[in-house]
């Protein structure tokens, strides 16, 4: 289109497969652009070239991630596939969907004027940029700690505040509110809404009802697999168990977490548990499964009323954490797949459902963060564990693969699996949930 600031025509991507002579299937991307200072959402079904096409405008293909790209993409007319401009690079800034993938330094202020000091910022500007964008993400009383020690959605904040602090011109924001809660989400969509008109915006999302009355044009990603209906197979039973949480207490260094927090469970139950960014949900979890020691606590598991001895609990656990890559060992998604598969045909008839079997060749590195989600929640049921610990498990999906981790809950729910998960999806944990408890003054209080 004449005069725009970005614009992409048959345009398909191919990336290396293990077999160093071929490629994988092109993914052919809708032709699309977008003027300067124009608000542009992309929606569409995971796993379909959405990211790609970011990478693409950062650069990130070629120059990092080979790929095989065909088809014309221009900046200010100039082809940026021949050579790509290193103005378009620094007026850029990319929120990945992964915080995780992001972040650099060990503690949470390093990182927040890591890209300024890269940019060569003047020492005074980045003090006064620091402290503007802490205090609009609500930074300011977490600077000091260590950025391992953040929630998920403390990351994202912290993400986007180093971002937008670096003064770009063009902003591409992937999922940017996945990890947060309902209060920061809509804090983020009110800056958007300030932002709009000063920049130029590509936001790739799911959230309809915000985006739709902020954006000036849309482009929904098709999907090119034909969908077909299959039936969701049996799940082997498990024997029954129970946890109980007895008067525990943890704290951080200067932060208390729980105070004498008392918590019971059994199978088959799907249980969410909900709360504000920072407040202790996925430490929950590291207490459960021993990765952390309370500092006073009774936590006890049963299968079949027969209390496990402390080094077996984990053994009857399966954990699917926040960061998809923190579960991924091999070379391939076969071989995930495969590692500790009980059953491994079922495992792969729930991979062909749940849309990745036309990538278990691949390195799961290479998936969309989507895929990584599915594929995460397949390893860790596929070792038919009575207990499944689920950190965000519909980070990353759209509509159509909620849907189908739904049905995957509901069908192991029926194969008397304990399923605890935390989300701030409340409207879904509503739809899904036996039970659903807010973390909030220190303890699990049901709702």
Not at 127 to 154: I, N
Request: charged letters at 25%.
């Amino acid at each position: 289109m004449p005069n725009s600031l970005l614009c992409w025509k048959d345009i398909s991507v191919s990336f290396p497969t293990l077999d160093s002579s071929a490629t994988s299937a092109p993914i052919p991307f809708p032709d699309g652009s977008i003027q300067e200072n124009e608000f542009l959402w992309i929606d569409g079904v995971s796993g379909t070239g959405k990211s790609t096409l970011m990478h693409l405008i950062k650069g990130i293909i070629p120059r990092y991630i080979f790929a095989q790209v065909k088809g014309e993409f221009t900046y200010q007319g100039r082809d940026i596939l021949q050579s790509y401009p290193e103005e378009l690079d620094q007026k850029t800034v990319y929120v990945f969907q992964n915080p995780y993938s992001q972040m650099v330094t060990p503690r949470a202020k390093e990182e927040l004027i890591f890209g300024m000091e890269n940019y060569q910022f003047p020492s005074p500007k980045i003090e006064t940029e620091a402290r503007l964008w802490a205090e609009k993400f609500r930074l300011t009383s977490l600077l000091e700690q260590k950025t391992y020690t953040l929630s998920g959605g403390q990351c994202q904040r912290l993400v986007l505040a180093s971002s937008l602090a670096c003064s770009p011109r063009i902003l591409l924001f992937d999922e940017p509110t996945a990890f947060m809660d309902p209060e920061a989400k809509k804090d983020f969509y009110e800056l958007l809404a300030s932002l709009k008109g000063k920049f130029t915006i590509i936001v790739i999302d799911h959230n309809v009802p915000e985006l739709s009355a902020l954006c000036d044009k849309k482009i929904h990603w098709p999907s090119t697999a034909t969908e077909v209906a299959r039936p969701f197979p049996t799940l082997p039973a498990c024997q029954n168990f129970r946890l109980d949480c007895q008067n525990v207490s943890f704290a951080y260094p200067g932060k208390s977490i729980f105070q004498h927090m008392d918590f019971t469970a059994a199978s088959p139950k799907i249980i969410s548990i909900v709360g504000e960014n920072g407040c202790g949900k996925t430490t929950f979890f590291k207490l459960l499964s021993r990765m952390l020691s309370p500092q006073e606590a009774k936590i006890d598991f049963f299968l079949n009323d027969q209390k496990l001895p402390s080094k077996k609990c984990f053994e009857a656990m399966s954990i699917i954490y926040q960061n998809s890559e923190a579960q991924f060992y091999f070379d391939t998604v076969r071989e995930e797949l495969s590692f500790k598969a009980t059953e491994l045909e079922l495992v792969m008839q729930l991979a062909t459902l749940m849309g990745l079997e036309k990538t278990l060749d691949r390195s799961p590195y290479m998936l969309s963060e989507g895929q990584k989600r599915r594929l995460s929640i397949l390893i860790a049921i596929a070792q038919a564990k009575p207990l499944i610990l689920y950190d965000e498990p519909t980070y990353g999906q759209d509509e159509k693969n909620i849907k189908l981790i739904t049905q995957l809950m509901l069908a192991l729910k029926v194969a008397n699996r304990l399923q605890i998960m935390i989300t701030h999806d409340r409207l879904w944990a509503q739809k899904i949930s036996d039970e659903i408890y807010e973390l909030r003054g220190q303890k699990l209080v049901r709702l």
